[in-house]
């Protein structure tokens, strides 16, 4: 029995975290076909959700914010 819930709860946690990153990363896709692919010579459009996924955590690793905030 409780195998079961540890199952149900696995599985939901990676559900949701699928859905999260769908809601984040088709945005990323609309603007970049949108708005880059018109304007910049040599950007080709993105044709798949892993392709925004994947420019969405890169600009993820490269723009975070290391500065801590004091309150």
Not at 55 to 63: A, E, T, V
Request: aromatic share 12%.
């Amino acid at each position: 029995m409780k195998l079961g819930i540890i199952v149900a709860t696995i599985v939901g946690i990676i559900v949701i975290t699928f859905i999260i990153a769908a809601l984040l990363a088709f945005p990323v896709m609309w603007l970049w076909n949108g708005c880059l692919v018109g304007t910049v010579d040599g950007i080709h459009p993105i044709t798949s959700f892993w392709q925004a996924f994947g420019i969405m955590l890169l600009c993820s690793f490269l723009f975070k914010s290391t500065g801590s905030s004091k309150s």
